[in-house]
């Protein structure tokens, strides 16, 4: 959520970031509720000063032996108007805040201007494109053909775009999701956490997916839970209304999870295979660290979700995000994307973001300053480490060989127990 203050001071700066992204964002309408709150706030003030000075004079009157009866019934109308005003400011606080809630954060400075995902930048390549002198197979097909994947009783047990990994299918899914939280806890220093797989609202709301995105999400009938679309929102909710010590951060976290997401507005695109899917299964790396470190946490976020794709060898991308594209509750993004070979080029398998202190406001996570003794909102930062069936995709249609095998890369083969499928 954007700070009331910020907005204040700078209205016109926010607006033009705003605009970066959608030219019909505007923060005028909270202005205009702010400066109807605070004028309301100047009338309690001074309503309650007069009543206050009255009830000293009520007092005064009384041991005089004076009537008080129409001073006193001035009192008591100016509680009434106090209350009054009270209630409309209390109607003007949840108005403002339920259109802050909807408003996304403000783009950095340096994320590129553009309207949409064609706008990206592409930072770098790592790694080359396999270059096959056979004719290549999608994963789907190798799954069906394999038995590394039943889409078909995926689709029987639940609806279509569920998944039903089988004997090595289901052991590489595994494989791929030990690695990564072995890597991410003994070598980049990430503590391991395992979530609840549901969420109430206000955990929601607390990330950005709630109010705004309501429609993605599987919600528990009669209950306040949904089903999470990502381990970022118990993740990083987990010091919501909370003050931490400035000692405890940066915080480093992990976490595997199922992750679920209606995909709506989607028909039509990745119908087939593992790319996009209703249920799937992901390794989240989560940080809580100081404005002052954001940068660079987020920074080596990304280096630590790219080591991933590095020790499997998967050729992969970076790209950097338009204002067009980013998340709603991001200011900058990298985005990895990973070699696939059935499409002829380069697929999402990591969003990494820095949302400064946008979710922090909102799910009220902050820290103790150690030079001033007063507190302040921590910066959130996460990042796929990364989409656990995306990888299982890309190593199944890199790591294919001409007679229909598939070879595990090397650093997975401890977690299998073989080498080729």
């Not at 592409?122 to 053909?145: L, N, Q």
């Not at 999470?228 to 940066?250: F, G, K």
Request: glycine fraction near 6%.
């Amino acid at each position: 959520m954007l700070d009331i203050k910020m907005i204040r001071e700078n209205p016109e700066k926010v607006n033009e970031l705003l605009k970066r992204r959608n030219p019909d964002l505007s923060i005028d309408e909270v202005l205009q509720i702010d400066t109807e709150r605070r004028k309301i706030q100047t009338q309690v003030d001074e309503s309650r000063s007069k009543r206050k000075n009255d009830s000293q004079k009520i007092g005064i009157m009384k041991k005089n032996g004076e009537n008080t009866d129409a001073i006193q019934e001035e009192v008591r109308k100016l509680g009434d108007d106090i209350k009054e005003l009270e209630e409309k400011q209390t109607e003007l606080d949840n108005k403002q805040r339920d259109i802050l809630l909807h408003i996304p954060n403000i783009p950095d400075e340096t994320t590129p201007i553009g309207l949409s995902e064609d706008d990206n930048i592409e930072v770098y390549k790592w790694g080359s494109p396999r270059e096959f002198d056979f004719e290549f197979k999608a994963h789907w097909d190798i799954c069906e053909e394999k038995g590394l994947v039943d889409f078909e009783r995926g689709v029987k047990l639940s609806q279509s775009r569920f998944i039903l990994y089988r004997g090595k299918g289901a052991k590489l899914e595994r494989a791929i999701i030990n690695f990564f939280l072995d890597y991410h806890t003994s070598e980049q220093g990430y503590e391991e956490v395992l979530p609840p797989f549901m969420a109430n609202s206000a955990t929601m709301t607390g990330t950005g997916q709630l109010p705004k995105f309501k429609e993605d999400m599987y919600k528990c009938e009669n209950e306040d839970l949904y089903l999470i679309p990502t381990a970022e929102v118990p993740v990083t909710n987990i010091y919501a209304n909370e003050i931490l010590s400035e000692d405890d951060l940066p915080k480093y976290m992990t976490a595997y999870t199922p992750c679920f997401r209606r995909e709506s507005g989607s028909a039509g695109k990745d119908t087939r295979g593992l790319i996009r899917v209703h249920q799937f299964n992901k390794v989240e790396l989560v940080k809580l660290c100081t404005p002052q470190t954001s940068r660079e946490e987020h920074e080596k976020l990304t280096e630590d979700a790219e080591k991933m794709l590095q020790l499997l060898e998967l050729p992969y991308r970076r790209e950097a995000l338009s204002t067009g594209d980013i998340g709603f509750s991001a200011n900058k993004c990298w985005d990895l994307e990973v070699w696939m070979p059935s499409y002829g080029t380069y697929k999402e398998i990591s969003s990494c973001s820095n949302y400064g202190d946008y979710q922090a406001r909102r799910a009220n996570i902050r820290y103790r300053d150690k030079a001033t003794g007063k507190t302040q909102f921590v910066h959130t930062i996460n990042g796929s480490g990364l989409a656990v069936g995306r990888t299982f995709a890309a190593i199944v249609e890199n790591y294919q060989q001409a007679d229909g095998s598939v070879v595990i890369p090397e650093v997975l083969r401890k977690y299998t127990g073989f080498d080729k499928i």
